[in-house]
């Protein structure tokens, strides 16, 4: 399902705000993510344009309002995993079920392609019994998108006087080659 009439753009550092104030909640109020305080605006300017370097960092707007975002960002800080790429998307609270992290991810989807990367891999919270701060809905969603579970830490992350295990997902999205095509940088791209 399409959110109707919604824009996808590349996010701009002036969108820092706007982008901070989908993602409080989720730090103030879930276990979703492992962050515990929420980042004052330049540091969050700084992440957006740090990101924008190499990776996409994108948003979607409906009737001018940012509802929801997505970037990926280096999966490991090593050469040999150029081709992966980890994936990251919020929807603004009361957006969620709309689509619009379907819809963020499929144009993540279409500019790693173009940059060459090969694996998109998402770190997600999770805990086999739901509770008040974490449910298993970000599992559910990638596995609507095609990722595949590929490895579950135990009891990794604690907040809210709790422990929470982390599990990776995976998606493909393309071929791996004896001799891979050199990464191409976001910036690079535009």
Known sequence: ???????????????????????????????????????????????????????????????????????TGVFKDRAAYDWAAEVSVYVKEDRRGLGIGSSLYAV???????????????????????DAYLTKDSV??????GYALVGKFHQCGYKFGRWYDMVWMEKTIGEHPADPLPVIAFSDLR
């Open 108 to 130: 993540l989807e279409e500019i790693s392609r173009a940059q060459h990367i090969l694996n998109l891999n998402a770190c997600i919270a999770y805990s086999d019994t739901e």
């Open 1 to 71: 399902m399409l959110y109707k009439d919604m824009k996808i753009r590349t996010a701009r550092v002036s969108d820092a705000q706007e982008i901070l104030q989908i993602y409080a909640p989720y730090i103030r109020d879930t276990a979703i993510t492992f962050e515990y305080e929420v980042p004052a605006l330049s540091e969050f300017k700084k992440r957006i344009e740090n990101t924008l370097k190499k990776y996409p960092y994108i948003v979607a707007e409906k009737d001018g309002e940012i509802v929801g975002y997505a970037y």
């Open 140 to 145: 559910k969603f990638h596995s609507r998108l």
